[in-house]
């Protein structure tokens, strides 16, 4: 039975979703056309896929026992019997789009973009929900470390450009195949001597994707990982090739990074190069992890270490050469990443740097009266033709009121027509600064306004 719900709760949002309010999606805006300049300059290419998925493609690709395929995917079955999902990451849609459209007989490497919501069933907290916005890049059909590290530089320059600094690379080599089958084999054995400092989640784990052991965050499995093997030690001399390859491009393009030797991701599809982009922590975070007040009768807080506030992850990504394999394919070399637009979007707004560039209306157009509103409406197209920035107020009649709306929006001009002035053809142009006014024909205004907005700049 579908659970029901009260006449209160349907007129709220879904739980881990939300409504995205006007500067919010100004905010949003900016993220995305700054992303799509770096990404284009660096030859990638825009591309908008279906929110729904055939389910079958994530199942061999994620891994069955990830959580976005065991915990995370919203799944149904249409009428017809169809098995879809809304889409959970972009990935594995993106090398769908690659076969499906016979992009092996374009010049390879075929390079995309893109950018929108995704899903997952996940529990909400700060930053993340269950509706998210994304931004990714995808290098297909290229085995070169270049790509690896030109993706990586690329999510670089959106943060740089957008002001944030702070930001470092934690990367990391999985192998290929064959030499994972030797770590894989070392770190079950590893982990099973140490079966009972692990949490629920990990004893699972241990028998179904022990790689995922290394992602663990609970404390008493992230103190057990910190002896546990390394997958570089178990990496091919290729494998180490190509990783070293990647760190000396990194150096030579001046992005910082820190290699994470227990780094691993998520989903099952990865291979070699694995990374995530973290951002220190704001300063009004550490402020606020160093200041925790103590209750009376704690002990002394001098003897207390405050807690240092976790570093945000804002991007993260790998190579994944086998995953078209996975899905019935020939061998397809790939490699991309993904940057978390609302996570991108909140540490901006906490450190005060505001993407979206405020623009005040060049015009705001006040009429009183039927045939005045006639007027205006005919010399708002006029002037919004001629790239004008306007606002007005066709629902308002009271003079005062709209001359208050000019000037709350910053307008440096105010156009005025009553019923005199529509019926003899003028309008009058105030300037909302110092209040001058002047009565200019209407068919000169377009003109007129043009001029003074020369001189005022």
């Given at each position: ?9 349907f ?17 949003l805006?900016a993220?995305e ?17 279906p ?17 976005i ?15 879809l ?20 007989s ?8 893109t ?29 070169s470390?270049?790509?690896d ?21 934690h ?7 064959e030499?994972r ?5 070392e ?9 009972n ?14 790689l ?5 965050k ?16 178990f ?13 000396e ?23 070699r ?5 973290f ?24 003897d ?14 790998g190579r ?10 020939k ?5 991309g ?31 009183i009266?039927?045939?005045?509103k ?47 002035e ?8 105030r ?16 003109d ?10």
């Open positions: 039975m579908p659970k029901k719900i009260s006449k209160k709760e007129l709220k949002t879904p739980k881990g979703t939300r409504d995205i309010m006007p500067h919010d999606v100004l905010v805006r993220i056309s700054k992303a799509g300049e770096i990404a284009e300059a660096y030859g990638f290419k825009p591309i908008r896929t929110h729904i998925e055939h389910a079958e493609i994530f199942s061999p690709t994620l891994g069955e026992t990830s959580d395929v065991e915990k995370q995917m919203y799944s149904f079955k249409t009428r017809g019997g169809d098995n999902v809304l889409r959970p990451e972009w990935t594995v849609p993106a090398v769908r789009v690659y076969f499906e459209h016979g992009m092996q374009w010049t390879q490497p075929v390079m995309f973009y950018f929108g919501s995704f899903f997952r069933h996940e529990n909400p907290q700060r930053g993340r929900f269950r509706e998210f916005e994304q931004f990714d890049l995808e290098v297909l059909g290229d085995e470390s270049f790509s590290a030109l993706v990586i530089r690329a999510f670089a320059l959106i943060f740089q450009e957008m002001g944030l600094k702070n930001f470092i690379v990367i990391n080599t999985l192998g290929d195949k030499c089958a030797d770590f894989r084999k770190l079950l054995a590893y982990y099973r001597r140490k079966i400092s692990l949490c629920k989640n990990c004893r699972q784990r241990l028998k179904t994707n022990p995922r052991l290394l992602d663990c609970e404390p008493s499995c992230v103190e057990v990982k910190a002896d546990a093997p390394k997958t570089i030690d990496s091919c001399q290729s494998c180490r090739a190509h990783f070293k390859s990647v760190l491009l990194l150096d030579e393009l001046n992005v910082p990074y820190f290699l994470d030797p227990h780094l691993v991701r998520g989903l099952d599809y990865y291979s190069t694995v990374f995530e982009i951002l220190e922590a704001s300063p009004e975070k550490k402020k606020e992890s160093g200041e925790s007040k103590e209750p009376e009768g704690a002990e002394n807080p001098a207390k270490k405050p807690t240092a506030p976790a570093p945000v992850a804002l991007a993260a990504g994944y050469d086998y995953l078209a394999e996975n899905l019935g394919q061998k397809l070399f790939g490699v990443g993904a940057l978390g637009v609302d996570r991108l979007a909140e540490e901006l707004a906490i450190r005060g740097l505001n993407p979206v560039k405020e623009k005040k209306p060049d015009v705001s157009l006040i009429q009266g039927p045939q005045a006639k007027k205006t409406l005919a010399i708002f197209e006029s002037l919004r033709k001629a790239k004008f920035s306007l606002t007005q107020s066709f629902s308002k009649d009271n003079l005062r009121q709209q001359l208050q709306l000019a000037d709350k929006a910053g307008s440096a001009t105010a156009l005025i027509i009553g019923q005199k529509a019926l003899d053809g003028t309008a009058i142009v300037d909302m600064i110092s209040g001058a006014q002047e009565t200019v024909l209407q068919e000169k205004v377009v007129y306004l043009k001029k003074k907005s020369k001189i005022r700049n």
